[in-house]
């Protein structure tokens, strides 16, 4: 079969998600019995999200092959259930670095190197890729940021251009917009809509679907409005009501029979009948009311969830299993080691420290580590979350302040947590990471290997630095296990504590892994300890 691609570009604003409207029209393509894929191609200039703030791009996301990508490859994951690769996420910087490589080997011999065709050109065959790589005979392409970008242009125009390629039978452009609600006269406006529709056309793209995404009910005659104005079929208007419930989306879209629609549009009959069940029992799970446990979250970028989405989304489907609302208490650690939030921390059932770069808030961190170990509050540990662990645990055994990592002291004379020796001296930013999946064994008889119920697993990873191997003797006879080990046995990939309900850190982090219909192993584990303190 021709592989068919759909397009999503953004009007109107940004944040309207976007991503989760693809990548649920992923889910429904899916439950219809084809292979999908998706791809998100950022018009920004970094090379990767890798060293971007998570300020200002929240989460980033880490595939198996290593790949750091944009937080929207989470919802395509955890919706489409596939696993993507480093082709799926692509950005104005790698495009213009890869072209610009190729100008100075003298590829183009001598000739004008220019956004059309060369630039656009590149960005088609990196578009081609996917469906080359993964095999799949749908791939989803969402341009990130909002018609009318300057940045985005090259991306529209290459869009544009495959339609005549690859062919209109093969192709649908599903613009996601968003309808402004006027508080005065309590109406939705259309025309920005309109506005955003009519930019579009001028560079050349006519959607065929749009979807109207509004935080309140959008009428019938809303739909006939933006289907007359922006030349779409009626069927193919689309409203899409903001929800609290994230994994509704594709249930809404269902019902506003976008599946079938999006075939027909392509030429395809639907394979089998989507089974929704059990979306259905996960949505009806999350609408009942639960008894509550309490996260405290410790992290340096509290104020902005988004760049703890993975994390947060992991809660939540551990949650669900469990038949617990989990409430997270975000405390930022900064704040911990001046002294604030810790009445917050004495009223979470659990502690979680998630991954994190950088010295600021790494004390705060270690002292909620210490509160966890001393008051054997449940803890997990994600990544950086680990180390400091470990970190708080010499601090206990050499009764000194002195052990951490050198990421946050080179001289400390503990330097429980260190670069491998074969790393050092390598200084490029990013070069030196243990990235992707790895596999770990786990030890018998320890509360991770009772969590898997598997001898051995594959997880993510995104870090510098290790445990130092040196302490592992001393760290071990005063109660540190290491539970999950590299199989060549020379790195610590899981550190728990004996004597403690759950205090365990993985030098992994398992939330990339987690999928709404399977939670992870070692977050249900958690909150199963979290449950338990919380006398439920
Ligand atoms: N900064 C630590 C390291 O580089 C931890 C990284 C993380 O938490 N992802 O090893």
New binding site residues.
Partial sequence: MTTKYIFFTGGVVSSVGKGVTAAAIGRLLKERGFSVTAQKLDPYINVDPGTMSPYQHGEVYVLDDGAETDLDLGHYERFIDTSLNKVCNFTSGQVYAEVIAKERRGDYLGGTIQVIPHITNEIKRRILLVSKTTGAEIVLVEIGGTVGDIESLPFLEALRQMRSDIGRENTIYIHVTWLPHIGATDELKTKPTQHSVAELRSIGISPDVIVARSDYPVGEELCDKIALFCDVEKKAVIPMVTTPILYEVPLILEKAGVGDYLLKRVGLDARRQPDWTAWEGLVEKVGQTHPKIKVALVGKYVELHDAYMSVREALKHAGLELDVEVEILWIHSAELEKGRGWEEIQQADGILV?????SRGTEGKMQAARYAREKKVPYLG????M?LMVVDFARMVYKSEEPN?T?FDRSTPYPV?DLMPDQRGVVDMGGT?RLGLYPCVLQPGTVAAEAYQQPIVQERH?????LNNAYRDILQENGMRFSGISPDGRLVEIAELENHPFMVGTQF?PEFLSRPNRPHPLFVAFLKAVKQRAGI
Avoid: A, K
Avoid at 382 to 385: D, E, Q, R, S, W
Avoid at 462 to 466: A, I, L, P, T, V
């Fill in positions: 998630p991954g994190g770069f950088g994600l990544c950086l979350g180390q990592s990421e947590i990471m995104r870090h510098r630095f290790e982090h």
